[in-house]
Nanobody
Framework: QVQLVESGGGLVQAGGSLRLSCAAS????????MGWFRQAPGKEREFVGS????????YYANSVKGRFTVSRDNAKNTVYLQMNSLKLEDTAVYYC????????????WGQGTQVSVSS
């Protein structure tokens, strides 16, 4: 059983930065990919970015491209989301997810961490 635990959320002013971490626990951890998603109040959950575990290829939503960076530390079973130039509309609960069973599906989720951007 894999458990994903996010950390690093908080309150930041617009234009500021935050780094989220997601640590995976479990005897063996070898996902196809790790991803970050977010859900703002009253909105659907949306994809933010992802990284393939082996090759380190990254993918981003257009809304965060150039501002957010996903990275991973395979030795620590940890994935990161560096968020720069934060905007009010980045306010949301951020979730990390792992693609463990099928390469195209994120099937294991963390509990989420709140990111609030103020003006």
């Amino acid at each position: 059983q894999v458990q994903l635990v996010e950390s690093g959320g908080g309150l930041v002013q617009a234009g500021g930065s935050l780094r989220l971490s997601c640590a995976a626990s479990g005897r063996t951890f070898s996902p196809y990919a790790m991803g970050w998603f977010r859900q703002a109040p009253g909105k659907e959950r949306e994809f933010v970015g992802s990284v393939t575990w082996s090759a380190g290829n990254t993918y981003y939503a257009n809304s965060v491209k150039g501002r957010f960076t996903v990275s991973r530390d395979n030795a620590k079973n940890t994935v990161y989301l560096q968020m720069n130039s934060l905007k009010l509309e980045d306010t949301a609960v951020y979730y990390c997810a792992a693609s463990l069973i099928h390469a195209a599906t994120f099937d294991s989720w963390g509990q989420g961490t709140q990111v609030s951007v103020s003006s």
